[in-house]
């Protein structure tokens, strides 16, 4: 079946450094991606779906300057968390839509849990 | 606007016995909905979803889930659960008006099965 390869599971960072977190559809190609974010003891939260060769859209209420979102091709969507803060520590799951698999063709993530310090 | 409720936060239940996870829904026209399982630190898993037909699906694992469309519910079930099926769930429904990738998830649901 689908799978989504997501990278790294965990990163530790400074306050006021950026962090890369990088989502890779593995056996098929994926034109849109999404970002989530779970925060503790509650649910997912999409933050921007990132479509490939073109800018992300972002959800409301979400900075755009602050995550940023490349999706340079087919199979790879980057999640960039810049200037981190310990606000911004999370767990950040991505998704790809598989649009062989019809309606049930989107592939989670395994996740990245950020903490910043 | 498309909403999912979860109404517990955390459900009990002995190795053997049947379970269920509540979710009710508000969606503009027909639903689509969908249960996801998490495991600790992983993504998401995809369980089941229901798009029309008969209103008991059956996924993954052992689960079903039932459609009611009179009480905007979609309960997840199993007759017998597992030490393993400890994780946590979550309900989604699609959003098919504004975002057709849209995802609108439950606060999720912390199922506990005790040997």
């Known amino acids: 079946g689908a799978v989504v390869s997501q990278h790294p599971s965990r990163v530790i960072c400074k306050s006021g450094t950026s962090v890369k977190i990088e989502c890779r559809s593995l056996?098929?190609?994926?034109?849109?991606m999404f970002w989530y974010r779970q925060f503790p003891k509650q649910s997912l939260m999409l933050m921007a779906t990132?479509?490939?060769?073109?800018?992300?859209?972002?959800e409301q209420g979400v900075e755009k300057d602050k995550f940023l979102i490349n999706h340079a091709s087919l199979t790879l969507s980057t999640l960039t968390v810049t200037s981190a803060h310990p606000e911004d520590s999370s767990f950040y799951i991505c998704?790809?839509?598989?649009?062989?698999?019809?309606?049930?063709?989107?592939?989670f993530g395994s996740g990245t849990r950020l903490t910043v310090v | 606007a498309q909403s999912v409720a979860q109404p517990e936060d955390q459900v009990n239940v002995a190795e053997g016995n049947p379970l269920t996870v509540k979710c009710t829904y508000s969606v503009s026209g027909n639903p689509y909905l969908f249960w996801y399982v998490q495991y600790p630190n992983r993504g998401l898993q995809f369980l089941l979803k229901?798009?029309?037909?008969?209103?008991l699906v059956k996924g993954s694992y052992g689960f079903e889930a039932e459609f009611n469309k009179s009480q905007t519910s979609f309960h997840l079930k199993k007759p017998s659960a597992l030490v393993s099926d400890s994780a946590l769930y979550f309900c989604?429904?699609?959003?098919?008006?504004?975002?057709?990738?849209?995802?609108?998830f439950g606060s999720g649901t912390k199922l506990n099965v005790k040997p």
């Open positions: 229901y798009i029309t037909g008969d209103n």
């Open positions: 056996d098929f190609q994926a034109t849109t």
């Open positions: 998704s790809a839509r598989d649009l062989g698999q019809g309606l049930r063709g989107y592939t």
């Open positions: 989604a429904v699609r959003d098919l008006y504004y975002n057709f990738n849209k995802f609108y």
């Open positions: 990132s479509n490939e060769g073109s800018k992300a859209t972002y």
